[in-house]
């Protein structure tokens, strides 16, 4: 069988702040990236598309979102493409009920085939079931999405599928990493590696950039999000996977995101129009764009110069015809007008950080946190036998405090 994997599609995505013509052209960019990703399914005429979670941006979605979803759907439903998903962190209701999300609905109407990990309070340990979705003789499985008990759960299911006839491939909205992990989604290599005997495939999601595990003969592929998740997302590798599960062998297709670019400048002079001319307007004429694109740029200032950032956003939109600007501003680390005078230089920094946390779209909202995570992490330094402790806990409590989630 041929399997297009795909995933993180964050459908009904809107950038924040709030509706528009930039919101609503974004808006579709998520549902015309996964209608290019099922134009390929039917052109390629695949046994199935898989996702590996994150269908929805949101379990609380517009009846827009939905319909436009079933829409693209239909096309698969009326090829005889069937779509096997399973969900993420973001399709989750923010509420008990573990089936009272938008995925099985589109299960129910029969667009999409879903396994399912269902959990059981055994007595004395955490039971799991596990229902696989068999196709062509393969069976589907899923250790769905259970936050700090991810990792708990994949076990459950590699020890379940060692006693399961097989073909089997598993879909996972988790991505592998190799030291230290802070989040939710991602999991040791090992955890990923017991599977390697177990499956003929193995659909990862969550990290928004292409990854193959192991580097060699991969059997485990993280596609990456077709569209970026916001315009400060630096993951830009970001692809679908044709995969052979007879041959073994698999064909990394590249998905294209609205453009995006990343430059970085420098000024003397706190005067924007200056720097447009001297700096920014030189840049640009080299730099293929085209309207529409995204523009993330950052500004190296001498201590003590404060450049308009949102004067050069505007501009960057409305002149230079980017359909976003992001700019911030950075200063050189560790220098200061404020020199020997009390805390003084305290100040700067924290200035400083409060600067670009107001820059920052995933900060910008929750600066005091932001502040004292950077403070926190900071002390850690100082702590080296017990800083990877700190680290993780102030991060937890970030995230719990936030509600931040990948
Ligand atoms: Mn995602």
Known sequence: ?????????????????????????????????????VTLAIERGVGCLTIGGDVFDSNAMLPATLAK?????????????????????????GYGGDSEFWLAYLAEKGLLLMPRAEKLS????????????????????????WRS???VVLSALAAHLSGQ???????????????GYLDQGAVPADAIRQFQDLVCFMGGGHFHSWSQFPREQPFFFVPGSPEYFDIGERAADKAVVLYDTVMRSFERIPVIPRPKHDLMLETDTPDCEHFVRKQLEPRLKNL???????IRLEVLCPPGIWLDAGWCEHWLENVAGFGKASVSLRHPAGQ??????????????????????????????????????????????????????IIHERLEAFFAATHKEA
């Open 1 to 37: 069988m041929t399997i297009l994997h795909c995933a993180d599609l964050h459908l009904g995505r809107r950038p924040r702040g709030g509706r528009g013509s930039w919101s609503d052209s974004r808006y579709d960019d998520y549902f015309s990236a996964f209608d290019r990703i």
């Open 288 to 294: 293929q764009f085209a309207e529409g694109d995204m």
């Open 69 to 93: 979803t079933e829409a693209v759907l239909e096309r698969l439903r009326v090829q005889r493409i069937p779509v096997v998903a399973t969900w993420g962190n973001h399709d989750r209701p």
């Open 336 to 389: 200061s007008d404020s020199s020997g005078e009390g805390d003084g230089s305290q100040r700067a920094i924290e200035e400083i950080i409060h600067e670009y946390i107001a820059t920052c779209e995933i900060f910008r909202d929750v600066p005091e946190e932001t502040l004292r995570l950077l403070q926190e992490m900071a002390a850690a330094l100082d702590e080296p036998a017990r800083g990877d402790e």
């Open 165 to 179: 006839p097989g073909p089997h491939a598993v879909l996972a909205h988790l991505a592998p990493v190799g030291g």
């Open 122 to 145: 055994g007595i004395h340990e955490t039971e799991w079931r596990f229902d696989p979705v068999v196709l062509d003789g393969i069976s589907f499985w899923t250790p769905g999405w």
């Open 149 to 151: 008990q991810n990792e």
